[in-house]
């Protein structure tokens, strides 16, 4: 059983910011009975167990932990994820450059340029949803999806950008793909990204690639 | 123990009651039991505690042949147990000697059907859970389900085919479940129930569903007449957990399963109560039919509390 606590109704990194604080804050005072939660944009669903806390007890921690809501202050923790674009691990490179009307170098300099936050992990295990794409490198998602997207692929999917963590099928479009494992069941943690980390793609070469896969 | 799949039957996976619980922010489905009523049954029944490792099948069982003594206790809609000649009705504990044949025999009316065994399904704990997560392909017995062939170990080694001392050995009546393919589910209104409202709530309460045939362990679909919003049906992507009720743009809810993905952005008009999920998950897809009645959280968590405690009151001599 779970309450879901809605924060705010935009995507916005300094509210999510306040989500993943509050799961932090909730997850520090270790109450017998409260459960995982799950992040999102803007919301936080708790988890709890009915038959050791009730509802008003979840309730009474979760006003506790907002009032002494603590954001944090260092940085936070920056993943740099290689990156090889276009060719077979990239086939839609050029036809996000066409739409765009830019060359496929300055695609691959917009995409690898910024800093992206991950928001929250959610869809599949290990997906990232990531904020921060430059909307000139924006491109809708094909009107066929794809049966099955290769593990790792990096796609762009209207004005958002994302890794798949495992083969899916999918309509968004690839332009590249990294040799890490975004989810790997048999680490600890199994997610390579964490909610609040933020994300750099670096561009790398055919040789660099196949040295990392 | 060991058992050798003989037959594997459909869908067979290994399962635990709760689930995958703790990885849900790193997007890992929760998994588990579809019917946790049924296998804590089973459990209880064959002496082990009400999360052990068991397995599940959907429609058509498994065939197993047992290398030890043990216990083994099956519960669920529409099976029989079979070991070797004799048969017993689900929700009965049953001992079981080395070289017998367990097999769960689906009737017509199968649904998901569960087999506990004495110290339970011996396989690695991943994330903390037994269970198979088949999206991602872990847990479980090697991540999938189950093949003719497969080798599972169970339990300690050689058991007592008596069934524990303090444990009944069939489960009374009336504390089965009323399954059937026509089920009375209650429901929660949804974080985003104002969106429907008026109309489409009321929509909702008042129709009957039909359970599609395109349903599975992370959703199933209802066909029946559509649901109305009074803004978009989408929302910021958010936490979901099994029993929500999605309702995507078409209008046709959904209701996210024990392998729902941990994060969904439709509007949810519902949720589904922990104590009827049961009810809904052995409502057949294809042809079962669901009406929705509104509840409090306060009934809803009183009648949770009341059916796992009436379980171990009719099975637990001691409890």
Partial sequence: MALLLQLGGQIDTQLNARVHALARSLAGMDVDGLG???????????????????????????????????????????????????????????????????????????????????????????????????????????????????????????????????????????????????????????ALLAPGDQVRFIPISAEEFERAA | MLLEVLESGFMTTVQDVSGRRGYAAQGVPRSGAMDWFALTAANYLAGNDWNATGLECFASGPILQTNANGVVAAAGRGFELWVDDDHFPLWTAVGVKSGQRIQLLALPDAGWGYLAFSGGVDVPLVMGSCATCLRAGFGGFEGRPLRS???????????????????????????????????????????????????????????????????????????????????????????????????????????????????????????????????????????????????TVAAAQERYRGMLRQLQQALIARA
């Avoid at chain 1, 060719?87 to 690898?112: M, Q, Y």
């Avoid at chain 2, 009944?168 to 479940?177: C, D, E, G, N, T």
């Avoid at chain 2, 974080?191 to 992370?218: C, H, K, N």
């Fill in chain 2, 149 to 295: 062939g497969d080798v599972l170990k169970v339990g300690g080694g050689n058991e007592s085919t008596r069934i524990w001392p303090g444990i009944k050995h069939s489960l009374p009546a009336i504390v089965m479940p009323n399954y059937g393919d026509a089920v009375v589910v209650q429901v929660i209104p949804g974080p985003q129930v104002e969106r429907f409202e008026p109309d489409g709530w009321a929509i909702f309460l008042a129709s009957e569903y039909t359970l599609s045939s395109l349903s599975d362990r992370m959703g199933y679909r209802l066909e029946g007449a559509p649901i109305s919003t009074t803004h978009s049906a989408d929302v910021l992507s958010e936490g979901t957990l099994p029993g929500a009720i999605q309702v995507p743009g078409d209008g046709k809810p959904v209701v996210l399963m024990a392998d729902s993905q941990t994060t969904g952005g439709y509007a949810k008009i519902a949720a589904v109560i922990t104590a009827d999920q049961p009810l809904l998950a052995q409502c057949l897809p294809g042809r079962g039919r669901v009406r929705f009645r509104e509840t």
């Fill in chain 1, 36 to 190: 995982e939660c799950v992040p999102g944009y803007a919301s936080l669903l708790i988890n709890y167990d009915p038959l050791r806390l009730d509802r008003e007890e979840v309730a009474e921690r979760i006003f506790a932990a907002l009032d002494t809501l603590e954001l944090r202050t260092e940085n936070p923790k920056v993943v740099e994820i290689p990156v090889i674009y276009g060719g077979e691990f990239g086939p839609d490179l050029e036809t996000v450059a066409k739409h765009n009307k830019l060359s496929i170098a300055e695609v691959v300099r917009l995409h690898s340029q910024p800093l992206y936050p991950v928001y929250f992990i959610g869809f599949l295990p290990g997906f990232p949803y990531l904020g921060g794409l430059d909307p000139a490198i924006a491109c809708p998602r094909l009107d066929t999806p794809r049966p099955a997207i290769p593990a790792g692929s990096v796609g762009i999917a209207g004005n958002q950008t994302g890794i798949y963590p495992s083969e899916s099928p999918g309509g968004w479009r690839i332009i590249g793909r990294t040799p890490l494992k975004l989810f790997d069941w048999c680490r600890q943690p199994p």
